[in-house]
């Protein structure tokens, strides 16, 4: 079969069955009690078929991955099923439980997503990080066969995102290359109809941070008519027609096509002549041919562009609605064709009744079509996840200072792995946006250096300028310092931590972050993780203990989204014996299992492995050594341990998570010397005790049977007792302890913004300190009293 021809011919069956599939979705298929519109964007695919038609049945290769316009996921799910990688129960299932995901998800649909969209934006800018990802594996000798290139299918309302410019700054820093962003710029968006130039706003930055822009504006119909008597006359119309007004004519066709082209530009001469020769609907077909709903036009400004590796954006004029009757409405973002616009479209597509989803169903050469399929590059390997290596961890790396805080023994623990060449710390990779050595990674950096494409030296070191960081810049680095922009440094660990699937090769990514920006970069954060990223992310320094930074330094919410975050474990280490067995633990986790989700059963992610959190302190602590044995480990990385066990009279439970160790450790003793027994529990991990409980519940309605460690922990405490929760951040974090076996709480934290201060003077103020648990036990004390009293 002729190219063209198969393109065109693919070009209309994915048009129908992207269509088709929304349309059963909303009108067929039954839906439940209380059920509304279930949606799908039929115009958005629309306008996106001809583009994604080019360039993956004409362009890419197996090596090559692409995020898709989340709301082409539709067109994405129907051409997976051309290609047979999709099944017609999941494409009726579309939007359903268990059916094709309305967004594409590497984790929750079958068809060989390469990168999950959803939320705008972050899927376009993963693709820059994912190619600085893949030179990365490039500049350390790894990784088999040809570069791939990194494309994102954008829709031109995703460039309001203030993350995509964060990454073309970012790329422009790091010698960015190998990346395509097509944009399909129908320039309809939920809202509205974009502003008149956007597009000249398009070309001047990305041409600034150096990129090649390709304006595909005018589709083979449209150039053929220019070349025809009064042609230039009816380009310069075309080019010089307001956005809004080129829609409204869309949506009402070749009539008023000509009747407005008629009044604008008709002299009874060429022009008239040029209109003359064309139908109604003739007429109709050449103002929509813009050059991104031309799949001819497409492939050969693809094609133009691969010659090298410069990252190139194409501005690709389309039709939102191109070849529906939604085409041009302002309305058509969110819109559906009704039973009988859906009847008028398959009358017109040629579909018989009851054959809606055969894929070859109106081709007259389906044998043809179905050899010209076999040849495409693209899908020539199947479908292109990697399975990689993975890496034995080496066992906790101890430290024996007498006095250390835990984002010091951070930075200790990675600066003595980075001595020894040859193991697990070669598939390092650290990130940190601009606070490198605020964050505690100088001495990792100064043995193990810094990426680049391309060898820079240390200037200072070659001026002979006294410095204590020595940083080159080579291939061979494993630091990649970043500008600083949270969502990038989460988006850069998110594609890095896809590296095992993407490119084979495993890659364990370790960011730092100032601890309250944490938040800066949650919905990136949350994207990495909802694609089964794995990355160690240290949030440092934390809390109102940072104290001299004030309050716009200080988190207070941070523990809480570490325990609410899907995919991410989180700890909160106190002593360095603790972090030491948490970093050991997490270089397993973050290498276990594969692609999918946890089991239902429990949802625990043991077997799953996944992401996981620190949030660190610049607390110096005076150190507490533990047996540093396997029970030991094991109550650390399940969330706790007795530090001071209970016994059969314990009236009060000390629980502390992180810096405030020292004040649950002297209360306990002040408390004690009145003849109550107390207990101290040592919070490793108030994410993964939740975590536990909860699946414990779940496993117990399902299967029956088993306990949590927290309930193994709580569980023969005397039922009078009293915990008294505390932690420098949201007291929430642990105050669901009392749940666990029915135990009163006493829960102390920080629920308001920081100010500067002392550690003292802001622990007392917050009632965090020792004062604040002996005082939080007498209260309770004599408030159970007054009860019995009364009683």
Not at 44 to 65: E, G, H, N, W
Not at 156 to 165: P, R, S, T
Not at 295 to 324: C, H, N, S
Request: hydrophobic content about 40%.
């Amino acid at each position: 079969m002729d190219r063209i021809a198969a393109l065109k011919e693919i070009e209309r069956r994915l048009l129908w069955l992207s269509s088709w599939t929304i349309h059963n979705a909303n009108h067929i298929r039954p839906k439940g009690e209380g059920a509304v519109k279930v949606g799908g964007h039929q115009a958005s695919c629309a306008s996106m078929v001809s583009i994604l038609t080019a360039l993956y049945f004409d362009r890419l290769k197996p090596q090559d991955r692409v995020a898709v316009k989340p709301h082409a996921a539709p067109l994405f799910h129907a051409m997976q099923y051309l290609m047979g990688n999709q099944t017609r129960e999941k494409l009726e299932a579309f939007r359903a439980f268990g059916g094709a995901q309305s967004y594409p998800s590497r984790t929750k649909d079958t068809d060989d997503v390469d990168f999950s969209t959803g939320s705008v934006g972050l899927g376009v800018a993963i693709t820059a990080f994912a190619s600085l990802v893949q030179d990365y594996i490039r500049g350390h000798g790894w990784g088999q066969g040809a570069e791939g290139r990194m494309v994102a299918l954008v829709g031109d309302a995703e460039l309001d995102e203030g993350n995509v410019y964060e990454c073309l700054q970012e790329g422009w820093k790091h010698d960015l290359r190998n990346v395509w962003w097509v944009i399909d710029y129908n320039r309809q968006s939920l809202d509205g109809v974009v502003r008149e130039g956007l597009w000249q706003r398009i070309e001047a930055i990305f041409g600034a941070f150096g990129w090649r822009v390709v304006r595909v504006k005018h589709g083979a119909l449209q150039r053929a008519a220019f070349d025809e008597p009064g042609g230039e006359r009816l380009r310069e119309w075309i080019d010089g027609c307001p956005n809004d007004l080129y829609s409204a004519l869309t949506f009402k066709g070749g009539a008023a096509w000509r009747q407005r082209l008629m009044d604008d530009i008709g002299d009874q001469g060429e022009v008239t002549a040029l209109l003359d020769r064309r139908s109604d609907d003739a007429l109709a077909e050449l103002m929509t041919n813009l050059g991104g709903q031309c799949v001819e036009t497409m492939a050969q400004a693809f094609a133009e562009a691969e010659g090298d590796d410069r990252p190139t954006a194409f501005l690709a004029y389309t039709i939102k609605g191109w070849g529906t009757p939604l085409a041009g409405h302002k309305d058509n973002h969110g819109g559906l064709m009704t039973p009988k616009q859906m009847e008028a479209f398959r009358a017109q597509h040629g579909v018989r009744e009851g054959r809606e989803w055969e894929p070859f169903e109106t081709v007259a050469d389906p044998e043809g079509l179905k050899r010209f399929l076999e040849t495409v590059p693209f899908f020539s390997k199947g479908t292109r996840r990697h399975v990689a290596a993975t890496y034995p961890t080496e066992g906790p790396v101890w430290l024996d200072d007498a006095e250390q805080s835990t984002q010091g023994a951070f930075g200790k623990i990675l600066g003595e792995m980075a001595r020894d060449k040859g193991g697990i710390a070669d598939r390092i990779v650290s990130f940190s946006p601009d606070v490198t050595v605020s964050t505690g990674l100088s001495a990792w950096v100064n043995r193990r250096g810094l990426f680049a494409r391309e060898g820079r030296e240390d200037v200072f070191k070659g001026e002979a300028v006294p410095s204590t960081q020595k940083w080159a810049f080579s291939p061979a680095g494993q630091h990649v310092e970043l500008g600083i922009a949270e969502m990038n440094l989460f988006l850069a660990l998110g594609a890095a931590g896809l590296s095992h699937s993407l490119f084979g090769e495993r890659l364990l990514p370790v960011g730092t972050v100032y601890d309250p920006f944490v938040a800066r970069g949650l919905d990136a954060l949350n994207y990495a993780c909802y694609q089964g990223a794995r990355f160690l992310i240290a949030g440092t320094p934390s809390g109102v203990t940072l104290a001299p930074e004030g309050g716009a330094h200080q988190s207070v919410g941070s523990p809480l989204i570490g325990m609410s975050q899907d995919g991410l474990a989180a700890f909160e280490p106190a002593w360095s014996d603790e972090l030491s067995v948490v970093m050991d633990w997490a270089l397993d986790y973050m290498q276990r299992g594969g692609e999918g989700d946890p089991d239902e059963e429990t949802w625990l992610r043991d077997e799953t492995g996944g992401a996981v959190y620190l949030r660190l302190s610049t607390r110096p602590l005076e150190q507490l050594r533990s047996a540093r044995d396997e029970a030991f480990a094991q109550g650390v990385t399940r969330g706790a341990y007795w530090l001071r066990p209970p016994g059969p009279n314990t009236e009060v439970v000390i629980a502390y998570q992180g810096a405030v160790a020292p004040a649950a450790i002297e209360a306990a003793g002040r408390i004690g010397q009145d003849r109550r027994e107390v207990a101290v529990l040592a919070v490793t991990s108030a994410d993964r005790l939740n975590a536990g409980w909860t699946a414990a519940q779940r496993g117990r309605m399902r299967v029956g049977g088993g306990l949590s460690h927290v309930e193994r922990l709580l569980g023969e405490l005397p039922a009078h007792c009293l915990l008294v929760t505390v932690i420098d951040g949201h007291p929430a974090t642990l105050s669901w302890l009392g749940a666990v076996a029915g135990h009163r709480v006493a829960p102390l934290g920080v629920e308001h913004f920081g100010q500067t201060g002392t550690i003292e003077d802001l622990h007392r103020h917050f009632m965090i300190d020792a004062d604040a648990i002996v005082a939080a036990a007498d209260t309770y004390s004599a408030g159970r009293a007054i009860r019995l009293r009364s009683v």
